[in-house]
T-cell receptor
């Protein structure tokens, strides 16, 4: 069954601290896609990154980095030197193939990050 | 490039009334999604279109919810009749393909009283 677990409901850090948001997924497929989205207080979800199941290379984009490990079914997200503007809810999502030929996406419950000045 | 447009942004109705939401996706995006996001939860997929065909509607409460995407462009989601538990933000998203990243609209906040 398709499932995404974000065990951390809320995290609070002080500005400039590093923080890691955990994501664990379950899927029966060998071909799937993983995503991270950010939902700031304004409410509109913003795409951050996509990874396919065949690419386990870690990725760094500025202060953001992602660690994809198939062996542990995890796709964790680290923010280095956090800033107040990073305060938001972060969602991990999984897209998996349907029997009908399409793909279906499910989202985790989200992790709310508070960065205090 | 224009983003995903949704209207209205807010809607307050009484239970048993009807309501409709409209979404215009990013130009050229073949896949369109409607999600329900209840406060404090992640988005839950209601229905997914590929052009004007339905890919998945397994979580759409079909006794009261309906959606259409005529001509494979914009889409409407309707609730008839509304229940108190339908209070949520309804998000529309679009993507170039089903495995591609999704771009979300600002959402419609529905309150059912």
């Amino acid at each position: 069954a398709q499932k995404v677990t974000q065990a951390q409901t809320e995290i609070s850090v002080v500005e400039k601290e590093d923080v890691t948001l955990d994501c664990v997924y379950e899927t029966r497929d060998t071909t799937y896609y993983l995503f991270w989205y950010k939902q700031p207080p304004s409410g509109e979800l913003v795409f951050l990154i996509r990874r396919n199941s065949f690419d386990e290379q870690n990725e760094i984009s500025g202060r953001y980095s992602w660690n994809f490990q198939k062996s542990t079914s995890s796709f964790n997200f680290t923010i280095t030197a956090s800033q107040v503007v990073d305060s938001a809810v972060y969602f991990c999502a999984l897209s998996e193939a349907l029997n009908t030929g399409g793909f279906k996406t499910i989202f985790g419950a989200g992790t709310r990050l508070f960065v205090k000045a | 490039e224009a983003g995903v447009a949704q209207s209205p942004r807010y809607k307050i109705i009484e239970k048993r009334q009807s309501v409709a939401f409209w979404c215009n996706p990013i130009s050229g995006h073949a896949t369109l999604y409607w999600y329900q996001q209840i406060l404090g939860q992640g988005p839950k997929l209601l229905i997914q279109f590929q052009n004007n065909g339905v890919v998945d509607d397994s979580q759409l409460p079909k006794d009261r919810f309906s959606a259409e995407r005529l001509k494979g462009v914009d889409s409407t989601l309707k609730i008839q009749p509304a229940k108190l538990e339908d209070s949520a933000v309804y998000l529309c998203a679009s993507s170039a393909g089903q495995w591609h990243e999704q771009y979300f609209g600002p959402g419609t906040r529905l309150t059912v009283t």
